[in-house]
């Protein structure tokens, strides 16, 4: 198994985490079992879904069928928009569990801030519920920006164990790293690759010429080297081993600044201002 399976970070509340994931954002419904299966006999341990993805029950087959002990496995789903409220999130909850086969989740997180309905501060209360009565290891929140942390500073009974943000080299967020740090919540990077965007930098395939390895394998490597949880995502059994196959892949001091360098402040995904949709489909 790859050195990094072995890798983790360690959250707020004592929870280990995998530090390299699978992600299966827009992975089909009719995919999702045979592509995580494949993952798990690959050695990934760290699968990351979302109630708004609509493959939690492909997930949860392939975790079923890999016959892997529950005590192995990090499972992470998301709340959707259109289920943010006290009493919602709690339901909501419940039908990621069933959907996915699975007493527990071992990470829930509120997937966007959704500022114009005005609850997620309820749905942060009902997490901390969640995780008081044993029902999840860990919570935390998606996209949230300094401004959300505050706010969840000012009222919160816990902080998030983990903010899960969209981050690769050219949208880095150092504000809200930043202020991650000082709550005492890890990063997750999703997009980490730019969705492929970033891997065609000069920059990136310089160092991926010199070291031998992948653009792919540069940058998660300097995700790892950052501290940050990262989740890449693909469908194929080849670039899943090449992405969590990082152990030979040193990054050198000057190596790490360079791709620091390259943020542009593009965002690829939506604006956590303004993303309303419901996700609810």
């Known amino acids: 198994m790859s050195e990094s399976f072995g890798r983790t970070v360690t959250l707020r509340d004592g929870v280990a985490v995998p530090q390299v994931g699978l992600g299966v954002f827009q992975v089909p419904a009719d995919e999702a079992q045979a592509v995580v299966e494949q993952a798990l006999e690959g050695g990934y341990r760290h699968i990351d879904t979302a109630a708004a993805y609509v493959n939690e029950r492909g997930v949860g087959a392939a975790v079923r ?13 998301k709340l959707r928009n259109g289920d943010q409220g006290y009493d919602r999130t709690l339901r909501a909850y419940d039908d990621s569990c069933e959907r996915l086969g699975l007493d527990a989740l071992d990470l829930y997180l509120i997937h966007w801030p959704n ?8 749905s942060w209360r009902a997490l901390q519920r969640l995780r008081a009565e044993g029902r999840v290891s860990a919570v ?9 942390l505050d706010e969840l500073a000012r009222f919160a009974d816990e902080m998030p ?82 992405n969590a196959s990082l152990e030979g892949v040193a990054l050198t001091a000057d190596h790490l600044a360079a791709i620091d360098a390259l943020d542009s402040a593009e965002r690829i995904g939506g604006d956590p201002r303004t993303f309303s949709i419901s996700q609810i489909r």
């Open 161 to 242: 164990a983990i903010n899960q943000i969209e981050l690769h080299p050219t949208f880095q967020q150092a504000d809200v790293a930043a202020a991650c740090r000082a709550h005492g919540i890890a990063v997750e990077a999703y997009s980490p690759l730019g969705q492929g965007a970033d891997l065609g930098h000069p920059s990136v395939t310089a160092i991926a010429d010199e070291l031998g390895v992948t653009p792919a394998q540069v940058i998660l490597r300097w995700h790892v080297d950052r501290g940050r949880v990262v989740i890449p995502k693909s469908v194929s059994p080849v670039r899943m081993r090449a």
């Open 65 to 77: 069928a890999s016959g892997l002990p529950r005590d192995e496995l990090f499972v992470t789903s």
């Open 115 to 122: 500022p114009s309905a005005g609850l997620w501060q309820d």
């Open 140 to 148: 935390g929140v998606s996209n949230f920006l300094v401004e959300h």
